[in-house]
């Protein structure tokens, strides 16, 4: 479903152009309800998915690391765990190169088989529909 | 401990809650999102913001609302996971900085989520401390070999081994996977001796 955009302020500087658009949107629609649209500012799915394609495409690699603190309040998870508040810390370093991929996550979080903190850590890859995963040891696999 | 599995490509990225902003930027047409399709989105103008459009989706699962920049090439803002009663389940804000080289980076995103709507939500702050787009990435990053003394489970497979130090695997067998690993790990090493 389309719809109306209002105008930017750029686009109402146009002056002569801005009204030969709203001119072609009246002779194109046929009413006068969609004289309000201006030809090039109709945003839809196709326009939306063309956008995404176009950065998706243009971004072959991408690399980032990334530092998470959680809030994990008392009671959020079943049985009134955990039986306090907690503030724990991560990071993250994700690598990927079209289907293939690498992500490490590394962190403190709340157990509820164990019922206490654990520290996570482990690294995956993606490769050939794939994955390989090796934790650390001496940190909980959850 | 190591695992082997069979997965869609990039399962990771597009269903990850830590890195589910960067597939939604960079990803988000990736068939292995399991929470929306995204031709089969409606589009309407956000209520909040003029510059914003909501895009909602027939629910494949939970229904899902993202929020969209139209000055920005359309990025997501913001993804909002509800259950079929409206309740929000998982909300995630996403902040972006621009690059001069590679354009709109997300740079920090806050996310809330219940694991149910009775209990108090959880929340996180994910800070982008470093990145790189379109950079050469060596093979060996996609490589991952299991040290000696590693239990791995392969799911392909279906069998559990150990490995030993000449790399060999020692298979558990059915029965096993009970007895203590440093005893395993000895009965390898000796039937590899």
């Known amino acids: 479903m389309d719809f109306v955009r209002k105008p930017s302020s750029a686009s109402r500087s146009c002056g002569f152009r801005w009204l030969h658009r709203w001119f072609l949107a009246v002779l194109l629609a046929g009413g006068p309800i969609v004289a309000l649209v201006a030809a090039d500012e109709l945003r839809g799915p196709e326009t939306i998915l063309a956008a995404w394609k176009q950065r998706q495409d243009r971004v072959h690699s991408l690399y980032f690391e990334m530092a998470e603190q959680r809030t994990v309040p008392k009671g959020s998870f079943p049985e009134g765990k955990p039986p ?59 | 401990m190591g695992e082997i599995s ?45 510059d914003a459009l909501l895009l909602t ?27 079929p009663q409206g309740i929000t389940i998982t909300d995630i804000v996403v902040e972006y900085k621009e690059d001069a080289h590679v354009g709109w980076i997300p740079s920090s995103w806050q996310s809330t989520f219940g694991l149910a709507s009775y209990l108090p939500a959880q929340s996180n702050q994910v800070e982008v401390t470093n990145y790189a787009l379109n950079e050469d990435v060596p093979q060996d990053d996609f490589a991952l070999e299991f040290p000696a003394a590693t239990w791995v489970n392969d799911g392909i497979k279906g069998e559990s081994y150990v490995i030993r130090n000449n790399g060999s695997h020692r298979v558990i067998k059915p029965g096993e996977s009970s007895r203590d690993f440093d005893k395993l790990m000895n009965d390898a090493q000796a039937k590899e001796d």
């Open chain 1, 84 to 142: 306090r508040d907690f503030v724990f810390f991560g990071d993250y370093v994700l690598n990927a190169r079209g289907t293939e991929g690498r992500f490490i996550d590394a962190r403190s979080l709340w157990s509820t088989e164990q019922s206490k903190v654990v520290d996570q850590r482990f690294v995956t890859v993606y490769k050939n529909n794939v994955e390989r995963t090796l934790f650390d040891k001496g940190a909980s696999r959850l």
């Open chain 2, 57 to 83: 989706f027939p629910p494949a699962g939970n229904p899902v609302e993202l929020r969209v920049s139209q000055d920005r090439g359309f990025l997501p803002l913001q993804y909002t996971v509800k259950s």
């Open chain 2, 6 to 50: 069979k997965c869609a490509a990039l399962r990771f990225l597009v269903n990850y809650v830590p890195t589910l902003p960067i597939a939604l930027c960079y990803r988000p047409l990736d068939p292995e999102f399991i929470s929306f399709v995204p031709r089969n989105m409606k589009v309407a103008p956000a209520p909040d913001a003029e």
